[in-house]
């Protein structure tokens, strides 16, 4: 099973773990006595918000628990205790520190004991250090460490002992390092000291035992130096320094024992480069650049191998979301995922036993702790770059072939040219080439793959002022375009399905005078067109879909007034008429189309009556033939794309929010629930680009407008989660599908 993150914030109270779980938690219900605590899939709130914290994972005879303690709040040092059982999603009050503190460090010990050490509190730096009974939920006090410290790390060391190291007295770094034996002693024993005095730096635990310690602070500087502790000597050893100094980063192991260090401060700027330390060869690597620059960050490992970076800081608290790939293969490794529901710094991220992560607290703001948390699954999409096409261009249309390649036709390049160059993306996606030229270049126009695997072009728009009613074939045995029978009519903005019997059904678009309610019909096998019945309303800018029953759905567009209408009409291609369907719930048009295997269709977004974007949705069902109106986009958006997952959701991306303001954002369309989410960012906002999803599963984007046209190739990698927080658990749907309504039933 992939796993996912859990993230702690703001909320609601807790009740101490002494009191039985009720058969509500077993069920995994998410409201309960104690209110919206959560549940395994919506993680509740923390009764305390706080940043410098930690938070450990146990098991216990009792079964498994996140411990979270101490830290600061917007009030002060915090003393209290935080207790999440993850098979249920619970969390309850724990025996709080003896004395509250900040910046300490907390290690699991003999299997289920948290042993504290150091930290800041009302009274200064702390060489306190205290044991955590978790089962019997006491404190103890401990031998104290032989120097008081805070912003230190620690390890636990093969044999069982714990090493920490550096850290800081005031704001005076130190090279002390010591070791705890979890004997009966319980003493702590100096070890040999670092070769330079560092904090704000990482401790990580290599696969032979050895620990390895990286950059930080000193006077005011960032270090790049790392060295190495050998557990047989206790002596520490410089090794080579990073490509980069940094402060702040992390540093996390994979699972082939290499280290990836993420992020950090160097003096006043951000660190953009990874850096891959290999403990085989003692040497640094580039990791590649992530999407942006973050200190005080999460880097977690998941049971795949990738690891996912969250939050941090850069000027402000950032909320987003990267993922790093070590089997990335071409392309780059990084890739961008569901951002969180709010930014944050200084939270801490725990591996829970099914995988997940769960992260608590951190600051939301410059002063503003959380005790808001969020579930995250790493299975979830995830965006990354795939080189670009030979020209950028916007408006043009992508198509999948029948051996996986896309071929790229038609569009305007970067001065408003038309470009008549098509572009063929092999199957295996690592290289494209020519897939001849257009005999007419043209934008706005049909494109439809025909059964055959040849795709069909026609109208659109050739310039100022200019449509055509010219058509041409894709001979994907030649690679060239062959011009064929022109349509009846010259438009642009029209809509273009296959239907079953192959042949073509274009309807509506604008001739240069407004709407039309002309509709034609290509015959492929003969290569000719005919004219087909008139349309009940003209319309141009709308949309069509081919339905379950081979009947034709078309919808909305510009009407004769000038403005976005709501009606929906039905083609019957064994008649070959046309009549008036239920409206849409709302006028619109330039929105987009999908079907599910159920055959429910979504519209989504699109320009509404005042002509500016909506992020209104709604779904048609074919059988009762009427609209429902569901949840709405998170933002408003025309010039989009839309396409169907092949997990059975609807996924938008891109377009804009007005008409100059294109978008980076992704959502994803859940049919039983009704509901939107996240998908993450591409790494360019976009829109009139094109969107195409492959046998894999991957979606690639290409082109599109954003400051100017884009040549990027974007690819999506589909999956089934992201961040959740149990604010988004209860919501009043207009439209519910038979799987919700079955769900709600068992709830009753």
Known sequence: MIPAVFILGCGTQSKPLTESVSESYLSKSVKNEFGLTGSPSAPGSIETSR???TASLVETNQGHRVIVIGGKSNSGFVSAVEIYLPEYGRWGLGAKIPSARSGHSSVVIAGERILLSGGEGDSGVSAKSYIYDPVADIWRESSPLNMARTGHGSAVLHDGSVLVVGGRVSEIPTVSTEIYASDDNESWNLSGDLTEPRWGHTTTLLQDGSVLATGGRLNGESLGSAELFDPTTKKWDLIAPMLIPRWGHTATRMLNGKVLVVGGQNGSAGVLLSEIYDPATGTWSRGGETFGERRD???SLLTDGRVVVSGGYTYVPVATTEIFDPFSGIGEPWSRTDKLAGPRQGHT????????????????????????VELYNPSSGSWTSRGTISTARWGHSMTVMRDQSILIAGGKGIRGELVTNSVLLSSDKQRSGSAGVLNQGRFSHVTVKLLDDRVLVAGGNTGLSSRTATSEIFDPESSKWLSTD???????????VLLENGVVLVTGGWDG??????TGLFNPDAGKWENGPELMNARWGHASILLQDGTVLITGGVGSDGTAIGSSEIYDPDTRNVKLNSPMKVARDGHKLVMNEDGIVLAAGGYGSDGLPIADTEVFEAASGEWTTVGSMESPRSAHSVLLLSNGTAFVVGGATDFDTPLSTAEIFDFDTGLWKSAGSMKD??????????????VYVTGGFGLNPVDSIEVYRPGGGGWSTSES????LKFKSPSLLAFQRMSQ
């Open 51 to 53: 940043t410098g914290h």
């Open 297 to 299: 960050h999460t880097a």
């Open 349 to 372: 991220a725990t591996a829970l036993p099914s995988g997940n992560l769960l992260v608590v607290g951190g600051r939301g703001g410059l002063f503003t702790s959380l005790t808001r």
């Open 486 to 496: 022109p349509m009846t009519v010259a438009v642009e903005l029209a809509s273009g």
């Open 513 to 518: 005078t407004g709407p039309v309610t002309t």
């Open 685 to 698: 906002a976009r829109m009139g680009h094109s969107t195409v999803q492959l046998n894999s599963g991957e």
């Open 729 to 732: 658990i209860v919501s009043d």
